[in-house]
Structure formats: structure tokens, C-alpha cells
Nanobody, 125 residues
Framework: QVQLVESGGGLVQAGGSLRLSCAASGPTFSSLAMGWFRQAPGKEREFVAGINWSGGNRHYRDSVKGRFTISRDNAKNAVYLQMNSLKPEDTAVYYC??????????????????WGQGTQVTVSS
């Protein structure tokens, strides 16, 4: 069983930055692929970024490429999402997720077995 706890959300002005963190429990973290998803009110949950077990394979949705960076520290059982040049359309609840078979990143919600409780990110214009 893997438990995930996100932190680092908050209110920021457009153009600002935030760093989200996800702390994972359990002995298998280094074998998992990790993802960040987000869900805005009235919208479906969507993929933001993902990273495989080694950090050698990273995916991003097009709208965040060049602005967001996903990284992980297997020694600390943690994954991070550095968000720069934030826009009002980035406003959402951000979720950390984990999937087994960590060699591959997947961009669909159904591929992930474990989820955190979410952290709110609000970007004001």
C-alpha cells in the first residue's frame, strides 16, 4: 500500500511560481512511476506531468511544457512539481498519483492506483 500526501499549494499572482511536493510512504516508491494531475471546478481530472521510476523519462501536457518541471528523489520518497510562469488557467486542485510498472509514464487517470488528497493552487490575474 502506498500513501501520498501533497503540499505546497496556495494563492499566487499570474507569473509567479509554486513548488508542489508529494511525500510517499511504503518501501516500493523507487519502483513506481509518478504523476501529477489537476482538476478544475466542473472539469475532468487531467494529466499534467509524469516521471518514470528512474527519472529518465518525463512527460508533460502541452500547455505546461517549458513552465513546469517534474522531478523525484527516491532517497526521500518524494516527487516534486516546480511551476513557473503560472497562469489563471492553471488554477485547480493538484493531485499526486502513483502507478506500478514504473518504467513507463502513462497520461490517463485509470493507469494510476494510488492518489493523494490534493492541494489547491489558485492563480490570480
Amino acid at each position: 500500500q502506498v500513501q501520498l500526501v501533497e503540499s505546497g499549494g496556495g494563492l499566487v499572482q499570474a507569473g509567479g511560481s509554486l513548488r508542489l511536493s508529494c511525500a510517499a510512504s511504503g518501501p516500493t516508491f523507487s519502483s513506481l512511476a509518478m504523476g501529477w494531475f489537476r482538476q478544475a471546478p466542473g472539469k475532468e481530472r487531467e494529466f499534467v506531468a509524469g516521471i518514470n521510476w528512474s527519472g529518465g523519462n518525463r512527460h508533460y501536457r502541452d500547455s505546461v511544457k517549458g513552465r513546469f518541471t517534474i522531478s523525484r528523489d527516491n532517497a526521500k520518497n518524494a516527487v516534486y512539481l516546480q511551476m513557473n510562469s503560472l497562469k489563471p488557467e492553471d488554477t485547480a486542485v493538484y493531485y499526486c498519483a502513483a502507478k506500478p510498472w514504473g518504467g513507463y509514464v502513462r497520461e490517463i487517470v485509470e493507469s494510476y492506483d494510488y492518489w493523494g488528497q490534493g492541494t489547491q493552487v489558485t492563480v490570480s490575474s
